[in-house]
C-alpha cells in the first residue's frame, strides 16, 4: 500500500474509525496497517532505527488507547501530533539517538514540514492537514523558506 493509499484510508474512512475506536478487532488491524507505515517512517527521519521502531510502535499504542477520546475532525494529525510528542520525548530522553541531519538544526517546525513533504512524501494538502496549517499555499511557502534555511546550513 502507498503513502497516498494509506493516507486517503485513514483521513477518508469515518466509519473505520468508528470501529476501530470501539474496538472492532478486524478495524483496528485495518487501521494500524494504514497508520504503522506513515509512523514509522515519520520516526525514523526523526531517530536511529531502533528506537524509532520502538517509538513508532508507543504511538501506535497511544492512538489506539486514545483514539475513543480523539478530538473531532481529521485523524492524522491527531496521530502525527502524537508521533511528535513521543519523538520528541525520546530526544529529551536521550539526545544523541538522533542521527547526525543538517534538519536536526533546522527549527522544529520546518523540521516536520520538509519531513511530511520530503521523507514522508505528503501532498501539500496532506500536509497542511496533518500539520494542522491553514492550506496548501500555506505548506508551499513554508516548504520554499525551510529549503532556504537548509541550503544556507549545508553551504556554511
Known sequence: ????????????????????????????DELL??????????CRARLDRVVADRCAQETLLAVLADLPRRPAGAL???????????????LRRH????????????????RDLLTFRVVLGFSAEQTAEALGLPNAAAVRVGQHRALTALRGLLSS
Open 1 to 28: 500500500m502507498s503513502i497516498d493509499e494509506s493516507a486517503r484510508l485513514v483521513r477518508f474512512d469515518p466509519a473505520l474509525i468508528t470501529a476501530a475506536s470501539t474496538g472492532e478487532r478486524t478495524a483496528v
Open 33 to 42: 496497517a494504514g497508520l504503522r507505515p506513515l509512523v514509522l517512517r515519520y
Open 76 to 90: 492524522l494529525p491527531f496521530v502525527f501530533g502524537i508521533a511528535y510528542g513521543m519523538v520528541a520525548e525520546e
Open 95 to 110: 539526545p544523541r539517538v538522533s542521527p547526525a541531519d543538517p534538519l536536526d538544526r533546522l527549527p522544529a517546525d520546518q
